[in-house]
């Protein structure tokens, strides 16, 4: 299984429950994107980000790495001839590894590690760090418990619950709850440096430094 079978729905679905909220979040830090050399992007889906990385301009190398073919379908078919730019990848995490001189100094993580469990992020985030270009960073976007009155607190936990329990119906997801995302990288060592929250903390998004000794 994998997000093949929800691939066509995903973008519909995410804006009948969102809107245009968890766009927003992703390009929360578009600026950093526009100034990078080598951008990796996992687990993009269909290209949502990438179209709008491409139109903030840059001339970044990119590489687009996600385990479902036909989410890879939908971001090519979507940036089109910009997809001259871009490199895409039809792997999953645990078998990639970036080809030789590719040392990303930006990485894209938008809702993805929501769909694995803690052991499986802790090694990626491993993996991850090992990757990136000295002074290179990673953008988390992701779900998060929201913060405010009892309603909203659990009405976010309700929502979280439906979207996780979708996913893993439909496309296997390992996640069975909400991953501690930011407690697994500070555990691994990453450092926050600038973020920003959407929906009263439902969904955040920030930039994290790898562990010391990863960058200059
Ligand atoms: C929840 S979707 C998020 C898509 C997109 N980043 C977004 O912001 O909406 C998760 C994406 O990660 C990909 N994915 C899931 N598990 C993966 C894995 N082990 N390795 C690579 N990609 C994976 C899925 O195919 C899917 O495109």
Redesign the pocket.
């Known amino acids: 299984m ?3 079978r929800v ?1 066509r729905v ?1 973008c519909g679905l ?1 804006r009948l429950v969102f809107g245009g909220r ?1 766009q927003r979040a ?1 390009c929360a830090h578009l600026g950093r994107f526009v100034a990078a050399r080598k951008i990796l ?6 290209g ?2 990438l179209e709008a990385l491409l139109a903030a301009g840059g001339s970044a190398e990119i590489l687009s ?4 073919a036909q ?1 890879l379908k939908l971001s090519r078919a979507r940036v089109g001839d910009a997809a001259g730019r871009v490199r895409f990848c039809h ?4 078998d ?1 590894e970036p080809a030789d001189g590719f040392r990303p100094d930006l990485v ?5 590690f ?3 469990d803690d052991a ?1 992020i802790v090694a ?1 985030l491993r993996r991850i760090s090992g990757w990136i270009a000295p002074g290179g960073a990673m953008v988390v ?1 992701d779900f998060a418990l929201p913060e405010g009155g009892w309603w909203r607190r659990l009405s976010g936990r309700v929502l979280i619950a439906i979207m996780l329990t979708f ?1 893993r119906m439909t ?1 296997g ?1 390992s996640a069975r709850r909400l991953p501690d995302l930011q407690g697994l990288l500070r555990f691994g060592g990453w450092r926050r440096c600038a973020g920003t929250s959407f929906r009263r903390g439902l969904v955040s998004s920030a930039l994290w430094l790898p562990p010391v000794g990863k960058d200059p």
């Open positions: 994998g997000f093949d691939a995903y995410e968890l992703r992007l996992l687990g993009d889906g269909d949502r980000f790495v996600d385990a479902s989410m792997s999953s995490i645990e990639f894209a993580a938008h809702f993805f929501d769909c694995f499986e990626a976007t996913f496309a997801i």
